[in-house]
């Protein structure tokens, strides 16, 4: 039962420009939601969160977007760098119990 | 250390042959999680500790597998007989779960496991 969709499995983007990923989900008792960025061969780094009672949160170049009535949220990063290529993981959780994984998007940022 | 450590890093066996995997969470981290990635797959939940016991155990793929922990610190993967169809990468991670805030989930670097 895939609790967190993520339903682009890529993504490619000019250096400079903004790149959003998309993140659904299903289980409307998630009040905990995070990004995570994976480089190869490396595990997953926690990248930017937000809890249900939010709608927004900005740190630096990467703001997440909450929309609780249609169960969606989205990474923001501006302006997108060659470095920020990677894939990038959308999770949530009940409250801080077990973590729901979606299945990636490889994002990569061209120069 | 001042990650999560697992062990081995990669580990190669014979289809039939029992594997155990090791993790190391971060010290004072009382919540603890396995995942697994197959190729060109996301990340799959497996189970989840919160000190010694596990109140979800609902993603092991099957009685071959199991996971213990002791002493609310290291944990071990156990898969037994293993498959083809369990070559993957299995990620561990810990949390501090502290139950007034949320925290994030640190991961280590995962174990790679081929199974011939």
């Known amino acids: 039962d895939q609790q967190v969709k993520q339903n682009s499995p890529s993504l490619s983007v000019q250096e400079g420009r903004i790149s959003i990923l998309n993140c659904d989900y299903t289980?409307?008792?998630?009040?905990?939601f995070l990004w995570y960025k994976k480089y190869p061969a490396e595990g997953p780094t926690f990248l930017i969160s937000i809890s249900s009672i939010k709608d927004k949160n900005e740190d630096g170049r990467f703001t997440v977007f909450l929309n609780k009535s249609a169960k969606h949220l989205s990474l923001h990063i501006v302006p997108s760098q060659p470095g920020d290529s990677a894939v990038y993981f959308c999770?949530?959780?009940?409250?801080?119990?077990?973590?729901?994984f979606g299945a990636g998007t490889r994002l990569t940022v061209k120069p | 250390g001042a990650g999560v450590s697992q062990s081995p890093s990669n580990k190669v066996t014979e289809k039939g042959k029992d594997v155990e995997l090791r993790c190391d969470p971060i010290?004072?981290?009382?919540?603890l999680y396995w995942y697994r990635q197959s190729l060109g797959q996301g990340l799959e939940f497996l189970i989840y500790?919160?000190?010694?016991?596990?109140?979800?155990k609902s993603g092991l793929p099957s009685d071959r597998f199991s996971a213990e922990r002791t002493g609310g610190s290291v944990s071990t993967l156990t898969i037994q007989r293993t498959q083809q169809e369990d070559s993957a990468v299995y990620l561990c991670?810990?949390?501090?779960?502290?139950?007034?805030?949320?925290?994030?989930?640190?991961f280590g670097n995962g174990t790679r496991l081929t199974v011939t």
């Open positions: 010290s004072g981290h009382t919540a």
């Open positions: 289980n409307s008792m998630f009040d905990y």
């Open positions: 991670a810990s949390s501090p779960r502290r139950a007034t805030t949320y925290s994030p989930l640190h």
């Open positions: 500790f919160q000190g010694n016991s596990a109140p979800d």
């Open positions: 999770a949530a959780s009940v409250a801080n119990n077990d973590m729901r």
